[in-house]
Nanobody, 114 residues
Framework: VQLVESGGGLVQPGGSLRLSCAAS????????MAWYRQGPGKQREMVAA???????NYADSVKGRTTISRDNDKNMVYLQITTVKPEDTAVYSC?????????WGRGTLVTVSS
């Protein structure tokens, strides 16, 4: 399956961003759909994950201002972050994980700056 992210760009501090991930095939067989990010000079970190069945997990750095959702019918995954901060600047990548395999998108750049 191929994953293509969209929605990145320049966002002002305090604003919101919404990223989309479109899959070329069915995502229903992947137990976990997740968003990762890698900021400048930082290690990659998991931002949020959504399991089949509705369970979600969030990194402490974004908890309370982030929502991940997956639509298995449309093969789409979304990430919304509100009250963005400069430290949210990163390349955000979508991942499909399950059954011992993982697929990754190429990422979309989000820059938080005034």
């Amino acid at each position: 399956v191929q994953l293509v992210e969209s929605g990145g760009g320049l966002v002002q501090p305090g604003g919101s961003l919404r990223l989309s991930c479109a899959a070329s095939g069915s995502i229903s067989s992947f137990d976990v759909m997740a968003w990762y990010r890698q900021g400048p000079g930082k290690q990659r970190e998991m931002v949020a994950a959504a399991r089949n069945g509705g369970i979600t997990n969030y990194a402490d750095s974004v908890k309370g201002r982030t929502t991940i959702s997956r639509d298995n019918d449309k093969n789409m995954v979304y990430l919304q972050i509100t009250t963005v901060k400069p430290e949210d600047t990163a390349v955000y990548s979508c991942a499909a994980l399950g059954n011992g395999v993982g697929y990754w998108g190429r990422g979309t750049l989000v820059t938080v700056s005034s």
